[in-house]
């Protein structure tokens, strides 16, 4: 069973950047595809991006020109660099296997002054 931990989460003033990372501990080649999802206090978990195999990479609006997903196969390692972050995207966020519905056990990113 392939599992997925993911690193990077932190307290940041608006305006600021985190990168998160995720890490598999098998070859995220032979997964595939990869998203990352995110989860507000009290709201439902929603997606984020995703980048299939061969690098094509999907972003929610909310995410379209702030957040960039890309992926280093021989590390096994999918990363979410996060610009010009926004009090709302305060979450904890997860990375997820798609086609094998694995999930993380997410990272908490909190943006506040």
């Known amino acids: 069973q392939v599992q997925l931990v993911e690193s990077g989460g932190g307290l940041v003033q608006p305006g600021g950047s985190l990168r998160l990372s995720c890490v598999a501990s098998g070859s995220i080649l032979s997964i595939g595809a990869m998203a990352w999802y995110r989860q507000a206090p009290g709201k439902q978990r929603e997606w984020v991006a995703d980048?299939?195999?061969?690098?094509?990479?999907g972003y929610a609006d909310s995410a379209k020109g702030r957040f960039t997903i890309s992926r280093d196969n021989d590390k096994n390692t999918v990363y979410l660099q996060m610009d010009s972050l926004r009090p709302e995207d305060t979450a904890v966020y997860y990375c997820?296997?798609?086609?094998?519905?694995?999930w993380g056990q997410g990272t908490l990113v909190t943006v506040s002054s």
């Open positions: 980048i299939t195999r061969g690098g094509s990479r």
């Open positions: 997820h296997a798609v086609s094998l519905d694995v």
